[in-house]
């Protein structure tokens, strides 16, 4: 779902390094719309000139006479923002908005190959900023704001092509319990309060993080060192789930709620189930195949009473 700088780029003229400030005023005159003048040297970009900067220096009292005939060396801006074609819009909006002012709506210079081939106005990069905002978040889980299916199974894709992997899938277990006893609000904290918790230790493992609904979250790791990180969010986790229950509730560790068959009965208190799956003794073939895998290992971790976690079968 990369969005490249390149896929947005426009045409402006270029002139060479040894031309006059004569010439830029003539292409200025002759192409109204345009904001700027690449400068390059055999296809390199070098440098920029701006419409408004050139005519700031040629309109002063002397401007004219100083500078029309003479290199346009006096009139460039010497460092201007080049990019490369593969660059990820967000990536290069971030730099052109750190610019100094006087130069922050200047074109962004794109190269492929180190060759110019366009601009890109901040207009039309912002225009596109936010359309690709637009469409990422329309592939966030909107409670949690982690990735959803769309983005899970490109990374599941991704992942399953690559020598090493471990994905850790997470379950609450008695959820419903919870949602029936204190309401879908606190549910909804709940879920939230995971999914950061989640993050705080996966982020810094470099884990890729989702949540596919409900209360079931994901985690894909590109190497089998998950003992640690699995104990450690299992422990925070179980300190964690204190803060969401009555004291009443947290000394008898139940509460009294329906079954799925409508029963009332006394359920556990919430915990994390976490069943990990691994390509270190099988390989899959597909995303299926490890999809029906996993069902396997979650069926065998859920029947454990209290957080846990499961590796394989």
């Not at 471990?166 to 204190?182: E, G, H, R, V």
Request: proline share 3%; with cysteine.
């Amino acid at each position: 779902m990369t969005a490249y700088i390149g896929d947005i780029i426009e045409p402006v003229p270029c002139v060479s390094q040894n031309v006059v400030s004569k010439a830029v005023h003539e292409i200025f005159s002759e192409n109204t719309k345009i904001q700027g003048i690449v400068v390059v040297n055999q296809e390199l970009p070098t440098s920029l000139i701006t419409r408004t900067s050139f005519y700031q220096k040629i309109g002063t009292q002397y401007g004219y006479n100083l500078f029309m005939g003479r290199s346009i060396d006096l009139v460039v801006k010497k460092e201007p923002l080049i990019v490369d074609y593969f660059q990820s819009i967000t990536e290069v909006s971030k730099l052109a908005m750190e610019r100094e002012e006087d130069d922050r709506y200047d074109y962004v210079i794109v190269t492929k190959e180190n060759k110019y081939i366009g601009i890109v106005s901040i207009q039309r990069l912002l225009m596109k900023l936010v359309e690709v905002q637009v469409e990422f978040a329309s592939f966030l889980n909107p409670l949690t704001r982690l990735p959803g299916n769309h983005m899970i199974d490109e990374k599941l894709q991704e992942i399953i092509q690559q020598e090493r992997f471990s994905i850790l899938y997470f379950d609450l277990d008695n959820f419903k319990a919870y949602n029936d006893t204190y309401g879908f609000k606190k549910g909804d904290d709940l879920l939230q309060a995971t999914a950061e918790l989640l993050k705080r230790t996966l982020v810094k493992e470099g884990a890729f993080l989702g949540h596919i609904g409900g209360d079931d979250f994901i985690a894909v790791l590109n190497h089998s060192c998950f003992l640690s990180i699995c104990n450690e969010i299992i422990k925070d986790f179980d300190e964690m789930i204190r803060d969401f229950y009555h004291p009443d509730h947290q000394s008898q560790q139940f509460v009294v709620a329906e079954n799925r068959q409508g029963i009332k009965e006394k359920i556990p208190l919430v915990s994390l189930s976490i069943a990990i799956v691994t390509n270190q003794d099988r390989s899959f073939n597909n995303v299926e195949e490890l999809g029906e895998y996993a069902a396997v290992v979650k069926k065998h971790c859920k029947k454990v009473s209290g957080s846990c976690f499961f590796v394989n079968i």
